[in-house]
């Protein structure tokens, strides 16, 4: 959607190192097992460690079967951890538990689970909008003006109120499934590949209006997903998965230093990383800067940095505009300064640098 | 909600027992049933009980999961228990034989005792025999063993496809539909409506208030499943290669044999006895 506004790199560090956030979800080697103590077992994590600061956007990323979608299970005490502890907000988790009042922090603390079609049980959007603050102790008619607000936040009109959920199309019934969960009006908001199902200009509108829910509102946003890239420039950190465990945490830029593990974990290197990586190893200067968060970013940087070294080794003169050539779709950007004004008009997205 | 259902899933230990034809197996199962039927006495039942005994050790899974199968039909064991106790007792009694005790109309005899005893053993043996019988196939395994057996006995070659394909998917869906079941369940818990801290008039609300999305997720599937069917090619009565071949081992006559002469000894001694 508004791709420009978070563009800056420099300026997104600096807001995330300016002040210490309060940590609010703490994991302490957690592990958990499927139906333990039977003989269909299943172990999903292994020694888990994590913390995770308030008002920031969490990617979590990890390939099938990781256990991506068990670690948002016990941020909610859906799931009891079956070692180690979990400390939301000012719940803490323990193992073998008695499950009682969690309501107190599943209100705080939502889930939107990855199948929006398994999410949406009652016969009227209404209906099931209202679920989550009727039983959270709200009246019959907060719950219908929360129901009526959170359908708006995510861009839907009220006529869709009285539709049966599975009459939606896919791409509505998934901003539904996420009202559903904003209509209580959670702290924490927990997002379980909520993109899967979304053509490109949606996923992109679901990512900027998750960015909104985090630096406007305050709130804490998890989301899982396997698209690396469709998060690049919102997130503020990056956790990513791999057997059960977190085998990395950190920002984009600590990212890019991995992507060779990327592979192995199971996951696709985004283009953005790739064509960075490529870059950087061409023109050592690019490296010394922090990742541009988005394609049209990436695109002025390179071509200012090669702009910059016209007069430098033969070996980059000849290999630069060249690669650009081959990777930017549009005809005539011939040379560097072309290229930058393509990356302007913002026409460029992903294929930037499909060369390989 | 499948943590207490165990029944019906295959556990892989690589036993022996796993590696019979699942024909070999279903032909014992059903004649074992009949002999369980046909035994009316303590002795009969004891060697079955330790038959079944040593194919459970031989499945190498622990005895402890066949009990947990037991769980589940804990209440149905009770009640027939309780049935027999008195309905057994009540004629007992009239022919004036192995009296106990009588408090108002309820007359229990060591004959009643028995009778209801017995039953329950059946019960039990049945219900952990059958357990085994899913324990050691995969349900692939097991339509494919149905279809094997009924091949033969059906003229039209489609008769035992159609029912084999028929049994495969209701088996596929059992699980699926617990598995959608639960997914909704954890969705209305995730929004403040936890299933195991609500009181039984709550919990029985929301589990009717399941009964429309899980029917309609079973449609939606039913549906999904027909195209992708078709989609491949899957046609009723074309002919067909399996990728695994049922290979009948001298393993799988001997323990078809040694679960035949069961039905046939029970009925030696009911005849004889």
Known sequence: MNGMSLTDGQHEKGRAAGHERETIIELRNVDYTYQAGSPFAAAALHDVNLKIQRGTLIGIAGGTGCGKSTLLQLLNGLLLPTGGSVRVLDHTLLPGMKKLRLNALRRRVGLSFQFPEQHLFEDTVEKDLMFGPLNFGFTREEARTKAAEALRSMGLGDELLNRHPLSLSGGQMRKVAIATVLAAGPEVLMLDEPTATLDSAARRELIALLARLCREEGRTILMVTHRIEELLEAADEWVVMNEGRIVFQGDADELVDRTNELREWGLAVPEQLRCWEEWTARLPQLAALPLPRTPEAMARVIAEAVRGSAGAPDAVRVSAPESIHRSAPAPGSESPSEAVNEARSGEWEHDLCATN | ?273
């Open chain 2, 1 to 273: 909600m499948r943590d207490k259902l165990i029944i019906g899933r295959m556990i892989p230990t690589g036993s022996r027992v796993h590696g019979l034809d699942p024909r070999a197996k279903i032909t014992a199962m059903l004649l074992f049933t009949a002999a369980l039927i046909l035994s009316n006495g303590w002795p009969q039942l004891l060697v079955l009980a330790a038959l079944s005994l040593i194919v459970l050790l031989a499945t190498r899974v622990p005895l402890k999961t066949y009990l947990r199968t037991l769980r589940p039909m804990r209440w149905l064991i009770l009640f027939v228990f309780l049935f027999q106790l008195l309905a057994g007792a009540g004629t007992e009694a009239a022919a004036g034989d192995g009296f106990l005790w009588t408090l108002g109309p309820i007359t229990l005899s060591a004959a009643g005792l028995s009778a209801a005893l017995l039953a329950v053993m059946r019960m039990v043996l049945l219900i952990v025999f059958t357990a085994m019988l899913t324990f050691t196939t995969t349900p692939s395994m097991l339509s494919r063993g149905i279809e094997g057996l009924i091949k033969p006995i059906s003229r039209r070659g489609t008769g035992a496809e159609r029912f084999s394909l028929m049994m495969r998917l209701a088996l596929r869906f059992i699980p699926a539909l617990l598995e959608e079941a639960q997914t909704i369940l954890k969705a209305q818990a995730a929004r403040g409506a936890d299933y195991e801290e609500m009181n039984l008039k709550e919990k029985a609300r929301l589990l009717m208030s399941l009964l429309v999305p899980v029917t309609v997720g079973a449609f939606r599937r039913a549906e999904e499943l027909t195209t992708s069917l078709e989609a491949r090619g899957y046609r009723i009565g074309a002919p067909r290669t399996s990728y695994r071949q049922l290979i009948w081992r001298r393993a799988d006559t001997w323990f078809t044999v040694l679960f035949a002469l069961l039905p046939v000894g029970a009925l030696l001694v009911r005849l004889t006895v």
